[in-house]
């Protein structure tokens, strides 16, 4: 198995593996490989060294890794990021297309609160605030509006 470090063109860092670097490159080729934050199928492989296991009594020499990576800041903001919208679209409901309508229901008491998501226009939404109904744009990651495998 090899383990990749990948970038996606958004400049996302995320690990894939495959069974090979043919493995890799054939579902590149075949638009498999995206970006787990964004999406984004513009996905390069990024340099890294293997790890060094030097046998027994010896003491493990780990690579370098690049700046970004080091640093944690770019994993551990895309960490938080995807789980803050897994647990959004664990705990609403999607009502899609009616968004608008079923916020105004549940502002003017006509339909039981809770927490909801999908999707409405800009006027839409600017409509929504004007009329003093708390509403958050949010754009979810794909990979979470599909089924997950």
Known sequence: MKVMDLQCAHQHVFEGWFSSEADFQDQQERGLVECPVCANATVTKMLSAPRLNLGSGREVVEPARNVALSAGTD???????????QHIVANTDDVGEQFAEEARKMHYGEAAERGIRGKASRAETESLIEEGIVVMPL???EFLKGRLQ
Request: proline share 7%; glycine share 0%.
């Open 75 to 85: 994993q551990s903001l895309q960490a938080v990021w995807t789980a803050v919208a």
């Open 139 to 141: 754009e979810l990651p």
